[in-house]
């Protein structure tokens, strides 16, 4: 690195907390812009879970875990895949048809910058399908959990938008931005019924049966599930006995890994393709 590279680097550095700042309000200003879609984010688990989880809330599985909590846990994982696939999908291959990833990179604000204000909206967002729907568990389903379980429970839902963050980046730069919605609702709504949000798996075709272990969604869901219930009401409620957590959360992170490494080469193209 050269002295005057070196010192403009250092100089920048001061820099970058302002700036995150500055992409965070920004962010949130264009939330507000767009209240129908955060409505629509949060309220569309909300509506299925009133109308799905809430009519056997207070049934009891073997263990004594309620359905409704575990209806509430299905709905929520379903409220954030959703939140990560769109948010970091679809939004962003909008702003890349419109030219505006490309604009950005004309200016002093790092890419990274835009996207960890995009990140931290979406985890913002995803904690707010969580308390929308542990309201509604507990006001009407008379699902009563501790508060480290609560805890325990939100991170490792809010966690799953860090995590599946990497499938809509990978979508935003694969696709044309025109396909993006399309290819997004392809990918999402069958990950979301083969992995047993709506459903237990064994009221699903046994072929779907079979595919959903090979499914990154059904491991976060079983990660999240397990948070609340022990492994025998966990088989009891999806219909495939759980496995080790570690397997589990090797199927999460892999997930991450792998379409990170699809987005990071397919921005990479993109890139030199732009030079020419």
Not at 52 to 78: D, I, K
Not at 101 to 116: G, I, N
Not at 165 to 172: C, E, I, N, Q, R
Request: net charge positive.
């Amino acid at each position: 690195m050269t002295a005057p590279t070196a010192a403009a680097a250092v100089r920048s550095r001061p820099r970058l907390p302002r700036l995150l700042a500055l992409q965070v309000r920004t962010e949130f200003a264009a939330t507000l812009r767009s209240a129908e879609f955060v409505g629509g984010v949060i309220a569309i688990p909300v509506l299925l879970y009133a109308m799905f989880g809430l009519p056997p809330a207070r049934n009891l599985l073997p263990g004594g875990t309620s359905v409704g909590a575990m209806m509430a846990v299905s709905f929520s994982a379903y409220g954030i895949v959703s939140l990560a696939i769109f948010t970091f999908g679809d939004d962003l291959a909008k702003e890349r048809g419109r030219g505006w990833t490309r604009t950005l990179r004309a200016t002093p604000l790092p890419t990274a910058v835009h996207l960890a204000g995009k990140t931290a909206m979406a985890l913002a967002h995803a904690t707010l399908i969580v308390l929308a729907i542990g309201i509604v568990a507990g006001l009407f389903g008379d699902v009563r959990l501790d508060a480290t379980t609560w805890l325990r429970l939100g991170a490792a839902l809010v966690a799953g938008v860090l995590a599946f963050s990497t499938v809509g980046f990978a979508l935003a730069y694969l696709v044309r931005p025109r396909a993006a919605t399309m290819i997004a609702n392809l990918l999402f709504l069958p990950l979301s019924f083969c992995s047993g949000f709506f459903f237990p798996l064994r009221e699903l075709p046994s072929f779907l049966q079979t595919l959903a272990p090979y499914l990154p969604t059904y491991h976060f869901g079983q990660l999240a599930w397990q948070q609340v219930a022990d492994r025998t009401d966990v088989e009891a409620f999806v219909g495939v006995a759980p496995q080790p957590v570690g397997v589990h959360l090797a199927w999460v992170l892999g997930c991450f890994l792998v379409f990170g490494a699809l987005a990071i080469f397919a921005a990479g193209r993109e890139a030199v393709a732009r030079r020419g």
